[in-house]
């Protein structure tokens, strides 16, 4: 009986020595290891940052295995597993605000939200894992990761200065809070790597990890929804706190961004054009977020930058 996973056996049969070489494969694997890094490749192709078109593959592996690095870190933070991370992808920081417990992480109160993180991280971890296996030896290292300054200035600059401090590992609002900024981003992120896939075997296996990030970030969504009336700090509620970061991070992001409600107080899941299709953002434009700054080269999330020729 073969125990791979059925991702595996696709990619298995679809990359047999006589059709496909490992190059290939890892292009595929770059294409849909994670949303943001294949979205609108094309949109960096004739920039500088651009990698060689006959690098591209790796490139593009890379780039998606850094925003996985980001997302592991925040969710193991937060469920008391982030050493095992640190054992993945070399000795670069991984900054936590101070008093968090490294080894229970926080203190949730609502077992639902805490059932939601332990789920998330363990995804994000084996997202890590399965890129960076592709990758081999080379896979980019881990880079600096913050998440104790870059979360107090996202707070700041998204509440206009009201809110001054904020940690998303204090509490589980917060923590929504912190999973809203990074969740829609890999989401609307697969509207650019549809075109990339050509092989359908492939774009059935695009489809499956297309589906974890979705359920992610619906879960996410529905949470803070259900909450939305909710006091949150400075006064704002919930609904108001989620859009000022769904403004702020469409800003520098493209203009691609839904807060939880439409005009008419309708709930929005899946934010989406008219045609109620997702969003597609470029590698500048991602970058434009987890940097927290348009047209930077680092800062926010990654104070050194991203480590691979996308960054």
């Known amino acids: 009986m073969d125990n791979r996973t ?45 990698a ?10 890379n780039f998606a295995l850094n925003l996985e690095y980001l997302e592991a870190a925040f969710y193991l933070a937060a469920v008391g597993r982030v050493d095992e991370l640190r054992k993945i992808g070399g000795g670069a920081n991984i900054i936590l605000p101070a008093g968090l417990d490294q080894s229970r992480g926080m203190q949730f109160k609502d077992g639902n ?11 994000e971890l084996q997202h890590v894992k399965f890129l960076s296996g592709a990758l081999g030896k080379a896979a980019a290292p881990r880079p600096v990761i913050d998440l104790n ?5 996202a707070g700041k600059a998204a509440s206009g200065g009201k809110i001054d401090g904020f940690n998303p590992f204090l509490n589980d609002l917060f923590f929504l809070h912190g999973a809203f900024i990074f969740e829609d981003v890999g989401v609307t992120a697969y509207n650019g790597a549809a075109t990339l896939i050509t092989n359908p075997a492939y774009l059935q296996a695009a489809a ?29 509620y919930v609904g108001q706190v989620v859009q000022a970061i769904s403004n702020l991070r469409g800003s520098v992001g493209g203009m691609k961004d839904q ?15 008219k045609n109620g299709v997702a969003y597609g953002r470029s590698t500048r434009e991602v970058l434009n977020i987890v940097y ?5 080269t680092k800062g926010g999330f990654y104070p050194n930058g991203l480590t691979g020729s996308i960054k």
């Open 6 to 50: 059925s991702t595996e056996q696709i990619i298995a049969a679809a990359t047999n020595a006589d059709t496909m070489n490992r190059r290939a494969a890892m292009g595929f694997l770059g294409k849909i290891g994670m949303g943001a890094a294949a979205m609108g490749l094309a949109a960096t192709a004739g920039t500088a940052t651009a």
């Open 52 to 61: 060689p078109a006959k690098d591209i593959d790796g490139a593009v592996l």
């Open 113 to 123: 939200v805490q059932a939601l993180a332990r789920d998330i991280a363990e995804d």
């Open 149 to 153: 300054g870059a979360f107090r200035a």
């Open 208 to 236: 499956g990890i297309l589906a974890v990030e979705a359920y992610h970030g619906g879960a996410i969504r529905t949470m803070l929804y259900q909450q939305r009336q909710v006091s949150a700090a400075a006064g704002l």
């Open 259 to 273: 807060g939880l409600s439409d005009n008419a107080g309708n709930m929005i899941v899946a934010p989406a054009d």
């Open 292 to 296: 927290l700054a348009p047209n930077a």
